[in-house]
């Protein structure tokens, strides 16, 4: 499988995705390890081993890559050893220099706005669950890819709270890439969006909104079956799926 379309977004596995913008193809938060190879996400009411799929053969081919956080659910050893260091990474400034110290050359942290090949590349603000337990998870962001004719707007680990919304009213994007799964601990509320999350996103946007993270990370427990039971008009493909368009 490939993206061959000059706007598109493919499903990978978990939080991976491909997506196409003006014909440049950025790959977010890659995880490439082989089903079972990495732990547990510890203290959560599944023990299995990570990640519980294995990688969908899909054509991975990219022009830069995109990191949203550095937990290992959305970048772990097996893609920091297989991607080319040269690579250009954009990312969270707080972590530009963990990707330097890997070996990886051009790292372009976004404090707020960059452009690679004509798309401009927007960081957007995320909260990765509630209250204290948010804090402690450290910073998360999202970020909205603007061509020429589309507007893509991948939400990264967040809940839904009023920066989102925000975000929505600001870019209008065509596209919206949710991280779905509903993570969490044995204490606390959800790390990640849920059923009620996902459909305030839904109420509050005309684009077409999907939902990714979905069965592939011990700790994500809310299945895309019971996701699509619960939801209208929102897309929840299965790995390797093309999302958009």
């Given at each position: 499988?490939?993206?061959?379309?000059?706007?598109?977004?493919?499903?990978?596995?978990?939080?991976?995705?491909?997506?196409?913008?003006?014909?440049?193809?950025?790959?977010?938060?890659?995880?490439?390890?082989?089903?079972?190879?990495?732990?547990?996400?510890?203290?959560?009411?599944?023990?299995?081993?990570?990640?519980?799929?294995?990688?969908?053969?899909?054509?991975?081919?990219?022009?830069?890559?995109?990191?949203?956080?550095?937990?290992?659910?959305?970048?772990?050893?097996?893609?920091?050893?297989?991607?080319?260091?040269?690579v250009p990474l954009f990312c969270?400034?707080?972590?530009?220099?963990?990707?330097?110290?890997?070996?990886?050359?051009?790292?372009?942290?976004?404090?707020?706005?960059?452009?690679?090949?004509?798309?401009?590349?927007?960081?957007?603000?995320g909260r990765h669950g509630h209250?204290?337990?948010?804090?402690?998870?450290?910073?998360?962001?999202?970020?909205?890819?603007?061509?020429?004719?589309?507007?893509?707007?991948?939400?990264?680990?967040?809940?839904?709270?009023?920066?989102?919304?925000?975000?929505?009213?600001?870019?209008?994007?065509?596209?919206?890439?949710?991280?779905?799964?509903?993570?969490?601990?044995?204490?606390?509320?959800?790390?990640?969006?849920?059923?009620?999350?996902?459909?305030?996103?839904?109420?509050?946007?005309?684009?077409?909104?999907?939902?990714?993270?979905?069965?592939?990370?011990?700790?994500?427990?809310?299945?895309?079956?019971?996701?699509?039971?619960?939801?209208?008009?929102?897309?929840?493909?299965?790995?390797?799926?093309?999302?958009?368009?």
């Open positions: 499988m490939s993206v061959d379309s000059e706007f598109s977004v493919r499903l990978v596995r978990n939080a991976t995705t491909l997506a196409t913008v003006d014909g440049t193809t950025f790959l977010v938060d890659p995880i490439f390890a082989d089903e079972g190879e990495n732990p547990p996400v510890p203290d959560t009411p599944n023990d299995r081993r990570n990640p519980l799929v294995p990688l969908p053969d899909v054509d991975l081919a990219h022009d830069a890559v995109v990191v949203t956080h550095r937990h290992p659910d959305h970048w772990d050893e097996a893609a920091s050893a297989a991607l080319d260091a040269g969270q400034p707080e972590e530009a220099d963990a990707f330097a110290e890997e070996g990886f050359t051009d790292v372009r942290p976004v404090d707020a706005d960059a452009s690679f090949e004509g798309v401009a590349i927007h960081r957007t603000p209250g204290e337990l948010a804090e402690e998870m450290g910073p998360v962001s999202g970020f909205v890819f603007e061509g020429d004719a589309e507007t893509l707007y991948v939400a990264g680990d967040t809940v839904w709270y009023d920066p989102v919304a925000e975000t929505l009213d600001r870019y209008e994007p065509d596209a919206v890439v949710l991280n779905g799964g509903e993570a969490q601990f044995e204490e606390g509320r959800p790390i990640t969006m849920g059923v009620e999350d996902v459909a305030a996103v839904r109420d509050a946007t005309d684009a077409s909104v999907a939902v990714v993270h979905m069965e592939a990370i011990n700790h994500c427990l809310l299945s895309r079956e019971e996701l699509r039971a619960a939801t209208d008009d929102v897309l929840v493909p299965e790995d390797g799926d093309r999302i958009f368009p």
